[in-house]
């Protein structure tokens, strides 16, 4: 028995705002779009509650990703639950397989694939994401007013971290397992130094999240004021976070220092054809939020409708039959 590769104009690699946004402006401009990705919603809907959504004073991230995808299934895009396990590209043709062995092809790729965020490894750690455990001090921080956090990182973004949610909390801790925090900006640690209600514990690590059904202390490996025991409201690990590289390591995309994808200010890559959006690129510096991810789509989407014009016909030069066993 044999069966045509699925052939499009743009192949949508993700599920989070970048990927959305981008599914939504492709469609309007008539497109033949699909969205192939394994984690839906992304960072965005694993985060809790979002204040900073315009339209939105407050919304959960896990409906805010739905309303996206709802928004893109109106315009009758297809939506695949799958991993891109591998791309290739001939001429201007490209080629994806996802992990349950479906091939796609399409005459232009936008990569939304985000990132993965570093983690400490402990119990409870994914189940009480948005119950005190935060991966973002910039989406979460105002809801903690007056409550006790704890930040666990050395970098710059924990010391960002630490003096956003200094302005809101009554107590913050900023733990980390050096001897002192690791090339932070100098105006962010003297922001830091400023603040009066952040406690440094350095030479400390986090071994444990207690609570009921949420957050409610963290364990320590050093005592403080005689305990090891730390009750906090929220704890944010500002650890880092890793692009997901892998399908720009396979198209031979340039990254940058970061291991982000350099794109231009249309989201192009150095690859004719390949667009990303989103987290993984190294477009809008360091503010990592929802609200960038989807203009980084529509842009990506864009360009994409504008490289389609130009090569109309590039995948079906390239289409052929593949045997199902």
Not at 111 to 126: I, S
Request: contains cysteine; hydrophobic residues 40%.
């Amino acid at each position: 028995m044999t069966s045509t590769i699925e052939q499009h104009d743009v192949l949508i690699i993700g599920q989070g705002a970048a990927a959305f946004a981008a599914a939504l402006y492709a469609a309007r401009y008539q497109m033949r779009t699909i969205v192939i990705g394994e984690m839906f919603g992304g960072e965005t809907a694993t985060g809790g509650l979002i204040e900073n959504y315009p339209g939105y004073p407050e919304i959960d991230g896990y409906d805010l990703m739905l309303k996206f995808r709802e928004q893109a299934e109106k315009y009758e895009v297809p939506i695949v639950d799958g991993k891109v396990e591998s791309i290739d590209r001939t001429a201007h043709c490209f080629e994806a397989r996802t992990d349950s062995g479906e091939t796609y092809q399409g005459t232009t790729v936008i990569l939304a694939v985000g990132r993965e965020r570093r983690k400490l490894g402990l119990q409870h750690e994914d189940e009480w994401t948005g119950k005190g455990v935060s991966f973002c001090s910039t989406c979460d921080a105002p809801l903690h007013r007056g409550n006790v956090v704890a930040v666990v990182g050395g970098g710059d973004a924990a010391v960002k971290g630490a003096v956003l949610l200094s302005k809101y909390a009554e107590r913050v801790y900023i733990v980390y397992r050096g001897v002192a925090f690791t090339r932070p900006e100098a105006a962010n640690l003297r922001l830091l130094e400023q603040s009066g209600n952040v406690e440094r514990l350095f030479n400390t690590n986090v071994i444990e999240l207690k609570g009921n059904d949420g957050l409610s202390a963290i364990v320590l490996d050093q005592e403080v004021n005689g305990s090891t025991e730390l009750a906090v409201n929220g704890i944010f690990i500002e650890i880092g976070a890793d692009p997901r590289t892998e399908l720009a390591h396979q198209l031979g995309i340039l990254l940058n220092d970061r291991d982000e994808i350099i794109v231009d200010k249309h989201m192009g890559t150095n690859v004719h054809g390949v667009f990303a959006a989103g987290d993984v690129t190294d477009a809008g510096g360091d503010l990592k939020q929802t609200l960038t991810a989807a203009a980084q789509g529509a842009l990506a989407a864009t360009a994409a409708y504008a490289d389609v014009s130009e090569h109309p016909e590039a995948c079906a030069v390239h289409a052929r039959g593949f045997s199902l066993v």
